[in-house]
């Protein structure tokens, strides 16, 4: 890996590199395709990638803004974690890899399995893993399983499912978060599309994983019962920033430089094996900047959703602070804490 690149960056040239060539019609079906199934309400019986081009334009497509959200996920769990570090981490139904990527930039130390049923995907991620020079990366071990509720996980450091959730049904879903929290010595993260469906998916997967004797640790700063109305029309997510290359414009008929992915996530820790404190309050929408006033909608420690205003005139630093701060971020900041 070239010292002087970012990982986005690294990930980027891989994907480039590998997907050069593919033809353009055949990409352009192969998306169109992914988005039909990823669109549908029906969890699938068999995998949606299901060929080289199918693999090759989820990677184009999705795996940018799949490795940001996780990337996001795991910054919340480092914050809250700080003196953790996994040495082994199992990614399920990670496809062609992004997760491990995340995991990777996040520590670099741990030893990553990848679970998934699409053998071509599996293919694919060790390409892209190869061809990264990354060594954690080169050295992931690419496994073919089914996923579902015959699927059992070997206990591991840390476990990862990332927009897994949506593809089961569920009773699949509950056996895999079951055995996630089952299998995990220190932590399990699991990401889904910021939807009001993605949100209820986390939700019930947090649920779950209290319900197994873990803890919150990201991004609620409780463990407490969510305060929002599962009835209503609001929902938990967050924002990560993708930089598009010439590639993903090209795949996803875009010209803008960047793209925002919505994401809702839970990172859930093993009381005994980590030391994790959650945030005092999480902004949970996008800070209303007006002129000497920052307005924050937060989630609570007491388990209660709360607006504050914080204005220039009364609180000084912490206006400052407050401009800078953006939706997912802790709130007071704390000192050193992932952007």
């Known amino acids: 890996m070239n010292s002087t690149l970012s990982f986005p960056e690294v990930l980027r040239g891989a994907l480039a590199g590998l997907l050069d060539g593919l033809p353009p019609k055949q990409a352009?079906?192969?998306?169109?395709?992914?988005?039909?199934?990823?669109?549908?309400?029906?969890?699938?019986?068999?995998?949606?990638?299901?060929?080289?081009?199918?693999?090759?334009?989820?990677?184009?497509?999705?795996?940018?803004?799949?490795?940001?959200?996780?990337?996001?996920?795991?910054?919340?769990?480092?914050?809250?974690?700080?003196?953790?570090?996994?040495?082994?981490?199992?990614?399920?139904?990670?496809?062609?890899?992004?997760?491990?990527?995340?995991?990777?930039?996040?520590?670099?130390?741990?030893?990553?399995?990848?679970?998934?049923?699409?053998?071509?995907?599996?293919a694919l991620g060790r390409e892209l893993a190869e061809a990264s020079g990354v060594p954690a990366l080169r050295n992931t071990v690419w496994q073919r399983s089914r996923i579902g509720s015959a699927l059992t996980i070997e206990s591991t450091d840390l476990v990862t499912v990332s927009y897994v959730l949506k593809e089961l049904t569920e009773g699949d879903r509950d056996t895999l978060v079951d055995q996630a929290a089952r299998a995990a010595t220190g932590a399990v993260v699991i990401v889904e599309p910021g939807t009001p469906d993605g949100y209820r998916r986390i939700l019930a997967a947090r649920d779950r994983l209290i319900a197994a004797g873990l803890r919150i640790a990201a991004p609620c700063p409780h463990s407490g019962a969510c305060p929002i109305d599962q009835e209503g029309t609001d929902w938990c997510h967050f924002s990560a920033r993708v930089s598009r290359s010439s590639l993903h414009r090209k795949v996803k008929g875009g010209s803008l430089a960047y793209e925002d992915e919505k994401f809702a996530y839970v990172a859930a820790v093993r009381d005994e094996a980590v030391d994790a404190t959650p945030v005092g309050a999480r902004v949970v929408r996008k800070p209303q900047?007006?002129?000497?006033?920052?307005?924050?909608?937060?989630?609570?420690?007491?388990?209660?959703?709360?607006?504050?205003?914080?204005?220039?005139?009364?609180?000084?630093?912490?206006?400052?602070?407050?401009?800078?701060?953006?939706?997912?971020d802790a709130w007071p900041p704390r000192e050193g804490s992932a952007p």
């Open 289 to 328: 900047i007006r002129k000497g006033l920052v307005m924050l909608e937060l989630c609570r420690a007491d388990g209660e959703q709360a607006k504050e205003n914080i204005s220039k005139k009364r609180h000084g630093d912490l206006y400052r602070a407050a401009r800078d701060t953006d939706w997912g």
């Open 28 to 122: 352009t079906q192969a998306v169109d395709r992914l988005i039909a199934n990823y669109r549908g309400t029906t969890p699938t019986d068999a995998p949606v990638l299901r060929d080289r081009s199918d693999v090759a334009a989820y990677a184009a497509y999705r795996m940018p803004a799949t490795f940001e959200a996780v990337r996001s996920a795991l910054g919340a769990l480092r914050d809250a974690a700080p003196g953790w570090t996994p040495g082994t981490h199992l990614d399920v139904g990670g496809g062609t890899g992004s997760a491990s990527w995340a995991v990777t930039e996040a520590w670099g130390t741990q030893r990553s399995t990848v679970l998934d049923w699409a053998e071509p995907a599996l």
